[in-house]
């Protein structure tokens, strides 16, 4: 069994950073696709960003200039570096993991940006 675990969200004024953290532990060692969605209260859950096996990354349009995705292989762990946060950015983020068609999903961490 796969399991995800994620830390580094908390609360922070509009303008700072935050780096999000995922460890994957189990029995699967490379996923073709580790990403970062989040869930704001009363909306879907979005794609945030994704990052291939390959390393190649993709990110939702609103947070491209100011978002970073990076994996370390050795370590199994995914990150999202968040800079310039801003109050739209308050959500639960998830982080996930893909091979083929399965995926699995960690529990989730708040983040909130407010002043």
């Known amino acids: 069994q796969v399991q995800l675990v994620e830390s580094g969200g908390g609360l922070v004024q509009p303008g700072e950073s935050l780096r999000l953290s995922c460890v994957a532990s189990?029995?699967?060692?490379?996923?073709?696709?580790m990403g970062w969605y989040r869930q704001a209260p009363g909306k879907q859950r979005e794609l945030v960003a994704t990052v291939t096996s390959g390393g190649s990354t993709n990110y939702l349009d609103s947070v491209k200039d100011r978002f970073t995705i990076s994996k370390d292989h050795f370590k199994r762990t995914v990150y999202l570096q968040m800079n310039s946060l801003e109050p739209v950015d308050t959500a639960v983020y998830y982080c996930?993991?893909?091979?083929?068609?399965?995926?699995?999903w960690g529990q989730g961490t708040q983040v909130t940006v407010s002043s």
């Open positions: 189990g029995k699967i060692f490379v996923f073709d696709v």
């Open positions: 996930n993991a893909r091979i083929a068609a399965m995926e699995w």
